[in-house]
């Protein structure tokens, strides 16, 4: 059974930054294309980020040049960097790992941004 634990969620101020990771517990992690995505009160799930094995990564165009995403294969970990946040970043951030045809989630981090 793989899990996701999602980390780093909070409370911030317009403008602030927050860094989200994942730890992901399976052996096959470098292979693994993960991803960030989030899901505001009453909205449906949306993808924020994705990045692949090989490092090619991709960006909703809402989070373009203020979000980075990035992973550490030594520590089976992905990252979520997001700067100049603002209030309709708001949402539950959820890690998501494909490897095949198997895919899995964390279990969310809330990330509230205040105005």
């Known amino acids: 059974q793989v899990h996701l634990v999602e980390s780093g969620g909070g409370l911030v101020q317009a403008g602030g930054s927050l860094r989200l990771s994942c730890a992901v517990s399976t052996s096959t992690f470098m292979f693994n294309y993960m991803g960030w995505y989030r899901q505001a009160p009453g909205k449906q799930r949306e993808l924020v980020a994705t990045i692949t094995s090989g490092g090619i990564t991709n960006y909703a165009d809402s989070v373009k040049g203020r979000f980075t995403i990035s992973r550490d294969s030594t520590k089976n970990t992905v990252h979520l960097q997001m700067n100049s946040l603002k209030p309709e970043d708001t949402a539950i951030y959820y890690c998501?790992?494909?490897?095949?045809?198997?895919?899995?989630w964390g279990q969310g981090t809330q990330v509230t941004v205040s105005s």
């Open positions: 998501k790992r494909k490897w095949g045809i198997f895919d899995n």
